[in-house]
């Protein structure tokens, strides 16, 4: 007897369905291939174009439908025909906050098959960041008034919680104590910001406590891009707020290599809630319909999917069908390589079926 | 006759007062060999041990005393003593939006003696950095309520003013018009933050329209860290809120080879007040007292400087001297080299000594 899961897959916009199928075929090959455990898709139509049709990018039970899937597997979101701001709100801020999947993690490190850019990276990049998800500067309050005049002003408000900070630097703290070199930096901007930074601060030396074997260092936003470049390997975990680690997770997959292949798992750690994975790249409209969209970033969001279920094993095999293709070069233009999308599929599914 | 200018010299915290002193040495020899000018600095002592001794860091008639100056030279302000937000606060960031220093303005470019860690720059770095620096998510707003319970808020308000946006864009499109390429990419985030940074957006677009021999772009502030790692030759000037420009200012020197050489000028494009010019790195209390400090920094913050009193040739004599000198591997240790603070500081010295 084994497992069966069942997965929201919801494609979104631009190459999101590209990436999105493509990514079904692959696991549910992988599925059918170890015979271990089993995985239904069920297609969820949300994005842009439902959006057009009815008003709003996600349907009005949206939330408890999720709830019914044991995770999701998303595309990207954006379009131009719509501000960026309406569509990010409408379809995945509307799913990561409400849902609670506080904690966003991102694995970055250098890959087969990708160039790293930094000549100070001699030992490869290996890093895990972990980003809070569901308050700070993505907490959506502000406004504008005085609208037009010269004095017209407009506030971003950033609002942090001890309850969302305690949690999300707990998170960190225990996933820096499962990697091998178990040490957490925690980002902040204390230095500027005086409110929510220094509780930051206050809550990362607290909880810092429970965690003996794990070393911590605490460092300033602007300073840690400027260790990620000169000092790479210094650093193993990262934990920051949602908008540092939003420019921090983009500049670490593109100092590892690409952000065509990095994954993005948005978890519910009390796991009440059914997480959603999805590749960091956005909906790239450029290449739409041009069939060579990189499909990596979600192959190995759904890898990360497979773990978080429990499906460690599977994931793990994955990962290698993955990395031996990449290392093969059949990769996609934005790599430098000539393959469509689909020959990556083809060659994944192929590296699969020598599982057997 | 030559006009005679009077600087405020502010040296504050850590290897401050070091690179402040090495700078007016050799401003000084400048002034002296050339004839075209005179040069006059008068100490300030604010920083901790003022603050120490007074309760404040700076005097209570500060920005009284600040305008008497055509402007300020200002070292370094942080020291372990302090909470850095008290200390910041206290200084820096009391003088920036107080006098209404809008403009925050760093040149980055790869400089001989220090080496670039990237390998898609193989053209160089040439780009320069606009910081808005009054306001925005500086604006020193928030606050902490139900301290200590589960629920405790903590708040950082950004705040961003027509007024405010305008201004800096203006200055940002007029900076680019001056550059060769003429290119200006206007940075926000305006997919998650929907008020201050739409409110950019629109009025990006409508400076834009006075500016018609400039080209221009926006980027997200996350994809502009992939940009700069990945088409560096693709950027020329970058304008951006105060927390995005200081995040991509640290990057950006970082990529280019060094923070230790990166120069910042605070500017009042109105010039009713005084401007203040600093070196980006701070005050590196590791190698206090060590005389090692890099004074590289506070020298091309003074050529900026000069040229914004109007003296331009002194400020390129000045800028050739100290590459001369960087391109003869006269440089401390933190670019790998083996001299000492005052070994620079003589070493531009007697370049200077050559164009009698
Ligand atoms: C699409 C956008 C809202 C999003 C973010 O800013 O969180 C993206 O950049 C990301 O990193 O997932
Ligand atoms: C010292 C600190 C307040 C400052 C800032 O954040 O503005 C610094 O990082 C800078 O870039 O000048």
């Not at 206050?202 to 074997?213: L, Q, T």
């Not at 290599?257 to 409209?285: C, M, Q, W, Y």
Request: aromatic letters at 8%; hydrophobic letters at 40%.
């Amino acid at each position: 007897m084994s497992t069966s899961y069942q997965i929201a897959s919801i494609p979104g916009d631009g190459i999101g369905p590209e990436v999105v199928s493509a990514t079904i075929q692959v696991v549910e090959k992988l599925a059918k291939t170890l015979g271990t455990f089993q995985i239904n898709f069920t297609h969820i139509p949300w994005g842009t174009n439902y959006y057009k049709e009815h008003g709003r990018y996600l349907s009005e039970d949206a939330l408890t439908t999720l709830r019914k899937y044991d995770a999701g597997l998303f595309g990207a979101v954006g379009d131009p025909d719509v501000p960026d701001h309406i569509s990010l709100w409408g379809l995945l801020l509307a799913i990561r906050g409400p849902l609670q999947l506080y904690a966003n993690v991102r694995p970055v490190r250098t890959f087969p098959g990708t160039k790293c850019p930094l000549n100070t990276a001699t030992g490869g990049i290996d890093w895990m960041l972990v980003r809070e998800n569901s308050e700070g500067e993505y907490s959506g309050q502000g406004g504008r008034s005085h609208v037009g005049q010269p004095w017209e002003a407009a506030t971003e408000v950033a609002i942090f919680t001890r309850v969302g900070i305690e949690r999300i630097i707990r998170f960190a703290f225990e996933t820096a104590q499962s990697r091998p070199r178990k040490h957490l930096t925690v980002v902040t901007k204390s230095n500027s910001m005086r409110n929510g930074m220094v509780l930051w601060d206050e809550i990362a030396a607290s909880v810092a406590k429970d965690f003996p074997d794990v070393t911590w260092d605490k460092m300033l936003v602007d300073a840690m891009t400027v260790r990620m470049v000169w000092k790479p390997e210094s650093i193993d975990t990262i934990v920051g707020t949602n908008l540092h680690m939003d420019i921090l997770s983009d500049l670490a997959a593109a100092l590892a290599g690409s952000i065509g292949i990095a994954p993005s798992s948005n978890l519910d750690p009390t796991r009440k809630n059914p997480s959603l994975f999805e590749p960091v790249h956005g909906s790239a409209f450029d290449i739409i319909g041009k069939g060579i969209a990189n499909p990596v970033g979600t192959f190995w969001s759904a890898a990360e999917m497979l773990t978080w279920l429990g499906e460690k094993d599977a994931s793990a095999k994955l990962m290698q069908c993955i990395e031996n293709v990449c290392a093969a070069g059949i990769l996609t233009p934005d790599l430098g390589g000539s393959s469509s999308t689909q020959g990556v599929v083809d060659a994944v599914c192929s590296e699969i079926e020598k599982l057997k």
